[in-house]
């Protein structure tokens, strides 16, 4: 690891992580959006990324991550969750946005720092 990669945050770390292992890739879904924990609008950008339909992750320092998976929609279900990101944008404005807002039968899994499920 170079002085560069140390200044990396986790998240940005964890993406070329897996660009250079595949295996380490494979464990993430295709258009997985990884969000730093300590963004102040982390929050905010995970449940953009959710409504739009894609995985997000939140990425925590010690590399522990938290992988929220929204169930694939289309059709009139599709159309109410659009309405639905712009009623959070909404109320982000009045609001400092603080908690991630899940579509409905969203998956959460929380991952070690290796990104393998951690035993319950």
């Known amino acids: 690891m170079s002085a560069d990669d140390e200044q990396l ?5 964890k993406v070329i992580a897996g660009m250079h292992d595949t295996e380490l890739d494979a ?13 102040p609008d982390q929050a905010m950008i995970a449940s953009r990324a959710l409504f739009a339909g894609d995985p997000a992750v939140i990425v925590y320092p010690d590399g522990q991550e938290v992988l929220f998976t929204p169930e694939k929609t289309s059709g009139l279900v599709a159309l109410l969750l659009l309405v639905a990101v712009l ?9 400092g946005g603080d908690i991630v807002q899940l579509p409905p039968r969203t998956r959460v899994e929380v991952r070690n720092a290796s990104g393998l499920p951690r035993a319950a």
């Open 87 to 95: 009623l959070i944008k909404l109320r982000e404005r009045s609001s």
């Open 9 to 13: 945050s986790p998240a940005i770390a």
């Open 27 to 39: 464990r993430y879904p295709n258009r997985t959006h990884f969000v730093d924990a300590e963004n």
